[in-house]
């Protein structure tokens, strides 16, 4: 279909109105139609761009009416309206009036006007007079004047230029006028050919409008169809959105779910570098323990097969343990044989060495002997106000000690001057069973009393008395200082009972102890453990068939450990102590005995025995003369009766020598003496009796020293008998 351009329409819409509309140019009508011909043409077809007709232009003068001077509209004709337009008019700013022109005469033209110019077009050629050229003079110009004849007057003058103007401008509308009829036919020919155009247009338009009316339809129906594209679209759209919406949710939940993953990762990354480095170092340990492994499972190999020497060894050890088992169980069995043997061989031993005893121990020289406080080794004086000092030397007696291997002799020594003035040295020479020096110990002292202590608890009566003068040291062999070292005889031999007793347990031995402590004052009997007044209760002595000797109305304590000794002798350290206050010296002067009794039974061997052991702290045995108790009743009835009873003591231990020697109807006389008949049993040749005497290192004691050791001497040298064990076999 061919596109033209669409022509203007009054009841076209506003689109068709915006079309462009055709015109004539005035200027150039040929090159208007050559333009309105290409227009037509078919080969314009190819959609060229719309393009506006160019107005045809108007190469005449409006037609003016002759009379009014008003412009003569252009006669209709028949056919399609003209397409030109009325030109205006151009006349109208001459200055000549055209109601001056009512001749129809053709109006000039200055020659420089080629008639292109649209106001300076051909008037309408009439053939009405000249008109007079006064009401052009205005408009004339000076060229035209120029050229005319020079007149006579001013008046002929210018007619005559007037009049050559006139023809020139007759000439000129006479060529006007022709080229005007040209021009009309040729504009003729054009306006039909305009109007065959016209038509044809017409017709292209009516073809274009019908074509326009399907094409609204179809744009119409296109509309309906874009309206429902875009619901669709809008529609998906609104769906897409919905759908963006939602991937952008998605979006931003698979951001966050990669923002987690990507703490995630890092974590994990950390991790990996964490456990990269644990794996490096594990693998170095690894590597480490390997070579470690390896080297363990070298000695586990080596191991193994010592293991497996062992094993071997392990068999024949076992053999070798059942032998030694076997073997024990005999030697054990040969123990026990043994330990019967032991004790009945250790008594053995004692009964060869005499059931009566004596040692000899001499105290060391004390601050106190030297009337000081403190020992000088030369007589040095110390001022005229005090007590001279007595010299060391001086005041210790000789006593020489010979027998440094066995310590069995004590030699005495004294000067003096006979009656002829001339020196005498006596020497007296006395031999124990031990000599004790004055820088012995009390352990040293009680290695020797333990194996009789011992004796006890295998069934024998011991007895172990102190025997010296006053301030010789018996209190403090037999009791002892507080501290461990200075302990006596009493609580180093209960400690050893104890302790035997607790040994003999794992050879089926089962020991129960009492003690008891007495004090023979005065020939009268206290106990040193009860709560009564001294020497006013009477306290009786029995001996019973089986050997044992009681005490009536005293207390017997049992006798659980060492300490509770310790304790009891404490208690009745202190009762003397109360007593001594009430009579002077009380503790010097009486004699303590301290009596442990124990009794055993062996489960395993089915024997029972009892011994008892008697610890006794003799009073002083000075002589009266010395005692210093003359003048003085109760120091000289204390001294008589400790004499007494010192001189029984020696009487009964005479009398069992005496019968030991053969005499076996020989009286003792125990009952003589309390201290005596207390210790019956454990005097008698049943017994072991252990006498130990003290001395005093002093010279003045000297001739109280020499009566104690021949004393000692005397029962040192007594054979009382054999001691025997108390004790019976279950079977027996
Ligand atoms: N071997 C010794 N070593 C050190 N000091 C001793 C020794 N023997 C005795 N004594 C001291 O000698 C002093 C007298 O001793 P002790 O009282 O034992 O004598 P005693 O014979 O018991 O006197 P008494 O008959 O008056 O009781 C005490 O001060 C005592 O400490």
Avoid at 169 to 183: F, G, I, N, P, Q
Avoid at 266 to 276: D, F, I, M, P, S
Avoid at 314 to 327: D, G, I, S, V, Y
Wanted: net charge positive; glycine share 6%; proline share 5%.
């Amino acid at each position: 279909m061919s596109r033209l351009p669409r022509l203007q329409s009054h009841s076209s819409d506003d689109r068709i109105q915006q079309q462009p509309t055709f015109s004539l140019s005035s200027s150039s009508s040929s090159t208007t139609m050559n333009s309105l011909k290409r227009k037509a043409a078919p080969e314009d077809t190819a959609d060229p761009p719309r393009k506006r007709l160019a107005p045809i232009p108007e190469t005449k003068q409006p037609l003016q009416d002759s009379k009014t001077g008003t412009n003569l509209a252009v006669p209709k004709r028949s056919g399609p309206p003209p397409l030109t337009r009325p030109l205006p008019t151009q006349l109208a700013t001459a200055g000549i009036r055209r109601t001056q022109r009512a001749t129809s005469a053709p109006p000039t033209r200055p020659p420089s006007a080629s008639g292109s110019r649209p106001g300076s077009g051909p008037s309408r050629p009439t053939g009405g007079p000249k008109r007079p050229a006064v009401g052009r003079a205005a408009s004339g110009s000076g060229a035209a004047g120029a050229a005319a004849p020079k007149p006579n007057g001013p008046f002929d003058f210018n007619f005559l230029a007037l009049e050559n103007r006139v023809a020139s401008v007759e000439s000129a509308r006479e060529a006007d006028v022709a080229r005007l009829a040209a021009d009309m036919q040729a504009e003729r020919a054009k306006v039909a050919e305009l109007q065959a155009n016209h038509f044809a247009l017409s017709q292209e338009l009516t073809a274009a409008r019908s074509q326009e009316i399907n094409q609204r339809r179809e744009l119409g129906i296109a509309s309906n169809e874009l309206e429902q594209i875009k619901r669709r679209h809008a529609n998906q759209l609104a769906d897409m959105e919905m759908d963006m919406s939602r991937k952008d949710r998605k979006v931003r939940e698979l951001e966050e779910e990669l923002r987690n993953c990507k703490e995630d990762l890092e974590r994990e990354r950390g991790t990996v570098a964490t456990l990269k480095a644990t794996v490096a170092q594990q693998s170095t340990s690894h590597i480490t323990f390997t070579t470690q492994i390896g080297a363990l499972q070298a000695q586990i190999a080596a191991l193994q097969s010592t293991l497996n020497v062992g094993a071997g060894q392990k068999t024949q050890l076992e053999f070798e343990l059942e032998k030694a088992n076997k073997r024990i169980e005999e030697l054990k069995e040969e123990t026990l044989q043994g330990e019967t043997l032991r004790r009945k061989l250790h008594n053995m031993v004692q009964e060869l060495k005499g059931n009566i005893r004596v040692f000899c121990r001499v105290r060391p020289l004390l601050p106190s002997d030297l009337g000081t406080g403190t020992l000088t080794k030369s007589g040095s004086s110390r001022g005229s106000n005090t007590p001279e000092p007595i010299d060391e030397e001086k005041a210790k007696a000789d006593l020489v000690y010979p027998d440094k291997l066995d310590h069995r002799e004590i030699v005495v020594s004294s000067s003096s001057e006979s009656a002829t003035g001339q020196e005498r040295k006596d020497q007296w020479a006395f031999s124990f069973d031990r000599v004790f020096e004055p820088d012995s110990t009390q352990s040293e002292v009680f290695e020797e009393v333990s194996q009789l202590a011992q004796s006890c608890t295998d069934g024998y009566n011991v007895c172990v008395f102190a025997y010296g003068q006053t301030g010789s040291g018996k209190s403090f062999t037999m009791e002892g200082g507080s501290s461990p070292a200075t302990a006596g005889m009493i609580p180093r031999a209960v400690e050893q009972v104890f302790r035997v007793a607790e040994e003999l347990k794992t050879k089926g031995w089962q020991y129960t102890m009492e003690g008891q402590m007495l004090e023979i004052y005065n020939e009268t009997i206290n106990d040193l453990l009860g709560k009564g007044e001294f020497d006013k209760k009477k306290h009786e002595i029995k001996h019973d068939k089986s050997g044992r000797t009681t005490v009536t109305d005293v207390n017997v304590i049992p006798l659980t450990s060492a300490s509770q000794v310790r304790s009891l002798l404490a208690i009745a350290q202190s009762r003397r102590t109360v007593a001594a206050t009430l009579m002077n010296e009380r503790s010097s002067r009486s004699h303590s005995v301290f009596t442990l009794r124990i009794r055993g039974s062996n489960s395993m061997t089915g024997e029972t025995c009892e011994g008892s052991l008697n610890l006794v702290d003799l009073a002083g045995s000075e002589r009266l003369e010395k005692s210093g108790a003359g003048s003085d009743k109760d120091r000289l009835r204390e001294t008589q009766n400790i004499n007494r009873s010192l001189s029984a003591l020696g009487d009964v231990i005479a009398a069992l020598g005496e019968k030991g020697e053969g005499k076996g109807d020989k009286h003792i006389p125990y009952r003589n003496s309390k201290l005596t008949y207390l210790l019956q049993n454990s005097l008698s040749g049943n017994s072991k009796t252990l006498m130990v005497l003290n001395l005093s290192p002093l010279q003045t004691h000297l001739n109280e020293s020499l009566c104690s050791l021949r004393f000692a001497t005397k029962v040192n040298n007594t054979t009382i008998g054999t001691a025997k064990k108390q004790s019976k076999t279950s079977s027996s």
